[in-house]
């Protein structure tokens, strides 16, 4: 920094977004705060926040090998797994001052863990575990019990299966007496990770009991009943509405879960053979968790458990106050169940990555499409390759509707990347695809989404909100549905009532997202707010990196402004994406004929285009 603060500076946020950023994201993880040289994540699992940590100090290692070394940047992480306490996005408490605590111990480039984090971790992470000693640290009453990550330990080290097919947890060695803890003389980028998981003797009950079972369909998840730990007659009926109300979110999250409820008497059975209890289920994982009453306040504790291993994935904690309104309160569940439908379809986004293609199962088509979204970059390359997944997927099933949704948002990019589309034919083909998966599924929320994409393609704006407004009806807490709302109102040529939508999405959503800021972008600038589309298409950017549409709004918006080389910076990007895009190629397109939307578009995005320099044709 002393040498070249600007310069580091940059750098920093080039690693956050090339590098921190997406690994936090591709693991679960949640950013609750950062604070200048350091950041504070909470992930859902120990295996989750050490196979980011890992990822990210192995990626960082290879940086720093062509760097001089006045030119590196380190960080040390510290991992620990605990309670907390949870204060709007905030979350403070014990386990998160162990955390940072763990991560001064760290070496440059290092991580640290506690002893409960290296109890939780499974055998899979290929790293060691260095055992550095009970250690006495500031405002910790307790001795902490340290772990250091060998993040290339020894053939000997490292962790082997049985013949049983179990891995036990890495090896440990002792740490040598001569070896010291070394700090780094130069500023470094302190992370504190923390890891929020059950207490270790439910980890280890699953782990121990789960019995081999053969492999059940894809996607396929058993709701346990809540257990009501305070065991009166009261706690049980609430532990029982909980359980139905997370059930049904879950169900209505995403058109690739099928939930199952667990029966009670079946969730009893699972304590005395649960290798039998849910092999009788046929599900590939497990929602359990308990509610247990504090003082003012019910806590509930989710997780998701492989039902065949007994492998926790996630889990998430929330405490509903007993003065929150039954909107508050729905707020919070869906907000779990959300976390758990993305943790869910990750695990098996990973499941079907790591299988041979062969002759997978439609549904096991429909996952490898999705999983296109994280590993190829080229817009146009990926949109055709998971358009030929979902074919196949409905050569097989034609009534798969994750595969008829999935299908028509890739005709949407199709429109979007492709200059040379039949748009017509897309657009009828959306049409088609659609109105079957509404028919099939009609209580989907997610069905009505795409439903209402179409109408807006088709020019039946009305019919658009419609559907739209039904998804929102299905499943009123979710905030990606009332932004698709949001941008729909746009595009029917009501930008001012749009940006109402984006502003109701960020009060559900807080933390933000690049979605939010591409509609508020996109609305600004329609109404001619150039400066506040600026900053809203900026910080789209800094969420989500590329994103051809965006930079179209931000090159309209800042030529507007009379800013030249960032209109033409911004050009540039959008030529780079689909070379010879024109003002014609964007009109082709045709995401809404709605007559006040065309009058608009007129007056702001295509003059803020031509002045871009944008061809006419």
């Not at 200048?36 to 290879?62: N, T, Y």
């Not at 053969?214 to 029982?240: C, K």
């Not at 304590?271 to 009788?280: E, K, L, P, Q």
């Not at 989500?544 to 080389?565: E, H, I, K, R």
């Amino acid at each position: 920094m002393e040498h070249d603060d600007a310069g580091t500076v940059a750098r920093l946020r080039e690693i956050r977004a090339t590098l921190f950023d997406p690994k936090i994201h591709e693991n679960g993880g949640r950013i609750v705060k950062t604070t200048g040289d350091g950041m504070l994540i909470e992930f859902g699992s120990a295996d989750a926040s050490l196979r980011c940590a890992v990822d990210v100090q192995r990626a960082m290692a290879a940086r720093n090998a062509n760097e001089a070394a006045s030119d590196r940047i380190a960080f040390r992480i510290g991992i620990n797994l605990g309670d907390i306490i949870i204060d709007g996005d905030d979350i403070m408490g014990d386990g998160v001052n162990v955390a940072a605590r763990l991560e001064a111990l760290a070496e440059p480039g290092g991580i640290a863990v506690s002893g409960t984090v290296r109890d939780q971790v499974h055998g899979s992470l290929d790293v060691a575990f260095v055992d550095a000693g009970e250690r006495q640290v500031k405002n910790i009453a307790r001795p902490i019990r340290v772990f250091m990550v060998d993040l290339q330990p020894s053939v000997a080290s490292r962790s082997t299966v049985d013949a049983r097919g179990n891995s036990p947890l890495p090896a440990v060695r002792p740490l040598p007496v001569s070896r010291r803890m070394l700090r780094g003389p130069r500023s470094v980028w302190v992370a504190s990770v923390i890891a929020i998981g059950a207490a270790a003797v439910f980890a280890v009950w699953w782990s121990t009991r789960a019995a081999p079972a053969p492999s059940p369909p894809a996607m396929t998840i058993g709701v346990v009943p809540l257990v009501a730990l305070d065991g009166d007659a009261a706690s049980a009926r609430r532990a029982e509405s909980i359980t139905r109300d997370l059930t049904a979110m879950l169900a209505r999250a995403s058109t690739l879960i099928r939930v199952i409820p667990v029966p009670t008497a079946q969730a009893r059975a699972a304590y005395d053979d649960i290798g039998a209890a849910f092999r009788a289920l046929n599900v590939r994982y497990l929602a359990e968790g308990e509610v247990r009453q504090g003082q003012d306040s019910t806590l509930v504790g989710v997780r998701l458990v492989n039902a065949k291993t007994g492998e926790q994935s996630w889990s998430e904690s929330v405490s509903l106050k007993d003065a929150d309104t039954p909107d508050a309160r729905s707020r919070a569940l869906h907000a779990i169940a959300w976390h758990l439908s993305r943790s869910l379809i990750s695990a098996e986004l990973r499941r079907v990555a790591a299988q041979p293609p062969g002759e997978a199962a439609p549904l096991d088509s429909v996952l490898r499409a999705l999983a296109l979204d994280r590993t190829e970059p080229d817009s146009l390359k990926r949109a055709r390759e998971k358009e030929k997944l979902f074919d196949q997927a409905l050569q097989r099933d034609p009534n798969l509707v994750p595969a008829l949704v999935g299908l028509a948002g890739v005709l949407v990019q199709k429109i979007e990347y492709d200059i040379r589309a039949d748009r017509d034919r897309l657009v009828q083909r959306m049409d088609d695809l659609t109105s079957k998966a509404v028919r099939l599924n009609e209580s989907q929320p997610t069905t009505w989404f795409f439903r209402s994409i179409a109408l807006m393609f088709m020019g039946q704006w009305n019919a658009s909100l419609e559907a739209s407004a039904k998804a929102v009806r299905l499943e009123p807490y979710s905030s990606g549905l009332i932004l698709n709302q949001a941008s729909l109102m746009t595009l029917s040529g009501r930008p001012a009532e749009a940006l109402m939508l984006v502003n109701q999405a960020m009060g559900m959503d807080p933390q933000g997202n690049p979605g939010q800021m591409a509609v508020a972008c996109e609305a600004q600038l329609l109404l001619g707010h150039y400066e506040q589309a600026v900053t809203s298409c900026e910080k789209a950017k800094g969420l989500s990196g590329d994103n051809t549409m965006v930079d179209l709004f931000l090159s309209a918006a800042y030529a507007q402004l009379g800013n030249a080389g960032k209109a033409t910076a911004a050009k540039d990007d959008v030529q780079r994406s689909i070379p010879g895009y024109t003002i014609a190629t964007h009109k082709a397109k045709r995401y809404s004929v709605n007559p006040e939307y065309v009058r608009l578009a007129d007056e702001h995005l295509y003059s803020g285009m031509r002045k871009a320099g944008f061809a006419e044709q």
